[in-house]
């Protein structure tokens, strides 16, 4: 049974950190290319960062490069991010995303963790 599990999420100040996990079991981990999404209140889920299965190559959204940090641990079949400076703009739910290319493509979701940006 493929599981993704998000936790780290919660309330913090503006320009305060918190890191998020996302720990996965049910499929092969270190075969996967993991992303966390992220989607506020009547808007879309966007990208906001991605890591390779290997852990060599990373990509972020633009609105949070050079503040958030994805990383991943395939002996623990772990993705984390790293949110520093956070911004109100920041406050949504935040999905981690399993993705498998070839010729039987694969993708799961996690259920989200709420992260909520407030004074």
């Known amino acids: 049974q493929v599981q993704l599990v998000e936790s780290g999420g919660g309330l913090v100040q503006p320009g305060g950190s918190l890191r998020l996990s996302c720990a996965a079991s049910?499929?092969?981990?270190?075969?996967?290319?993991m992303s966390w999404y992220r989607q506020a209140p009547g808007k879309e889920r966007d990208l906001v960062a991605g890591?390779?299965?290997?852990?060599?190559?990373?990509n972020y959204a633009d609105s949070v490069k050079g503040r958030f940090t994805i990383s991943r641990d395939n002996a623990k079949n772990t993705v984390y991010l790293q949110m520093n400076s956070l911004k109100l703009e920041d406050t949504a739910v935040y999905y981690c995303?399993?993705?498998?290319?070839?010729?039987?493509?694969?993708?799961?979701w996690g259920q989200g963790t709420q992260v909520t940006v407030s004074s």
């Open positions: 049910g499929f092969t981990f270190s075969s996967y290319t």
């Open positions: 890591i390779n299965s290997v852990g060599g190559s990373t």
């Open positions: 995303k399993a993705d498998r290319g070839g010729l039987i493509p694969r993708a799961y």
